[in-house]
């Protein structure tokens, strides 16, 4: 047995980076920073009568009358702890402790406005992002210890209206993302593992459609859809006692339709609802190259549906309050499930305040509570006859949300 882990470092390295193919392919981030996240993004696709329509639906920039921008900053604090049922001979029962971090997050939306038919738009914002640390001893080290994803887009874009009822949008994403992982690599019963690093990023552009219909002035439909992205994560991996080698990742991140509606139920409140698809069955395998090493390695995922309701709520012309609630489904089942990204189904819970002065910026803060699920994993290990296999779920997989937002109305 230790024969076979040692003379087979490179092979073994490839086994163990079964588990990168779910660190991009999470689901899309519901938050973008501004005032809508206070809704859990119910009906952001509808409109958000401010800057950040430039991100959830360009054509519904054609509603703003004067040229805006707008700035968020936040961060989210994620409380991540796995509970050990089994585990195999070599790895042990640790636990990773919480494995959770605390990741400062901002976004910023322009909107323009060129004549009474076209509007101009750019947006930069955290499209996805994940961050985990457990325990160097846990019992799913061969999976990871530290994982940290980055997937930022700057999209420009532009809306026309057609008439006082259509209009549509076109944007241009460009993604820059950013992988790294580390993870243990098993050397045989009673030896020491050794340890592995892969980094690497890469910038990639889809393209982004959308429209936006006004039935009357109190209700409007608002439908997007963004590509896939095909990654290819060039980059280096280095391993502990000497082997260090280019390494290549390639993935695609899921094309996704978001459809939101809202209706003014009168001058204070308004309803708002939301559906959207994920396409990740496409990603289909991942390819991983070491040198003269590669393993295409097949996808379990499946497509993952997003559903949201909230409202907003005018309490008098200076301030208003929005809620909302939203569900994703499980894009996977336990004996695919890895421990760099644990993902199960999603139950968020969200409320918003605004301000809106007689001068100066809207002011907005939002708050949301994601619940990830109990996500939990049955891993056979690395194919050694369980002895790197564990089996267990999380007692918790939270995710808090918070963010503050200005919103400048320029020219007034």
């Known amino acids: ?27 899309w981030l519901n938050e973008a920073g501004d005032p809508s996240q206070g809704r859990a993004g119910a009906g952001s696709a509808a409109g958000t009568d401010d800057a950040s329509a430039a991100i959830h639906n360009v054509s519904s920039m054609t509603r703003l009358d004067s040229d805006q921008i707008m ?144 039935f009357t002035e109190r209700t409007r439909i608002g439908a997007y859809y963004n ?13 502990s006692d000497g082997v260090n080698t280019s390494a290549k990742t390639n993935m695609t991140l899921s094309e996704l339709i978001r459809v939101s509606m809202s209706h003014e139920f009168n001058d204070a409140t308004t309803g708002h609802l939301s559906w959207g698809w994920e396409n990740w069955s496409d990603m289909g395998h991942v390819t991983i190259s070491v040198e003269n090493n590669g393993a295409a390695l097949p996808r379990k995922w499946e497509d993952t549906y997003h559903y949201a309701a909230g409202v907003t709520h005018n309490i008098n012309q200076h301030w208003r309050i929005n809620a ?8 996977v089942d336990k004996n695919d499930r890895t ?16 301000h809106t002065p007689t001068k100066g910026p809207s002011i907005a803060g939002s708050l949301v509570y994601a619940d990830y699920g109990s996500a939990p994993i049955r891993s056979d290990g690395l194919n050694d006859g369980n002895l790197t296999g564990f089996n267990g779920n ?19």
């Open 1 to 27: 047995m230790n024969k076979h882990y040692l003379t087979q470092p490179i092979a073994l390295i490839t086994l163990s980076l079964l588990p990168l193919s779910t660190l991009a392919g999470g689901i």
């Open 71 to 214: 700035v968020t900053g936040g961060f989210i604090y994620s409380k991540v702890e796995f509970n050990v049922k089994s585990n195999g001979l070599i790895n042990g029962d640790g636990d990773g402790g919480n494995a959770g971090n605390t990741i400062p997050v901002g976004s910023a939306f322009y909107t323009r406005q060129i004549n009474e038919e076209i509007w101009l738009g750019v947006s930069m914002a955290g499209w996805s992002g994940s961050g985990l640390d457990y325990h160097d001893d846990w019992t799913g080290r061969y999976q990871a210890t530290d994982v940290d994803i980055l997937a930022m887009v700057l999209m420009p874009s532009v809306a026309y209206k057609i008439n006082d009822q259509l209009s549509v949008g076109f944007g241009l994403p460009v993604m820059y993302t950013r992988l790294k992982l580390d993870l243990a690599v098993p050397t045989g019963p009673g030896q020491s593992d050794k340890h592995a690093s892969l980094d690497g990023d890469d910038t990639v552009v889809a393209v982004n459609f959308s429209t936006l219909y006004e």
């Open 227 to 239: 590509s896939k992205f095909e990654a290819d994560y060039g980059g280096d991996l280095e391993v």
């Open 324 to 331: 909302g609630v939203a569900y994703d489904t499980n894009p």
């Open 339 to 354: 421990a760099d990204l644990p993902i199960d189904r999603q139950l968020r819970y969200a409320f918003g305040l605004e």
């Open 394 to 412: 999380y007692k918790s997989n939270d995710i808090v949300f918070f963010s503050l937002s200005a919103n400048w109305v320029l020219g007034k």
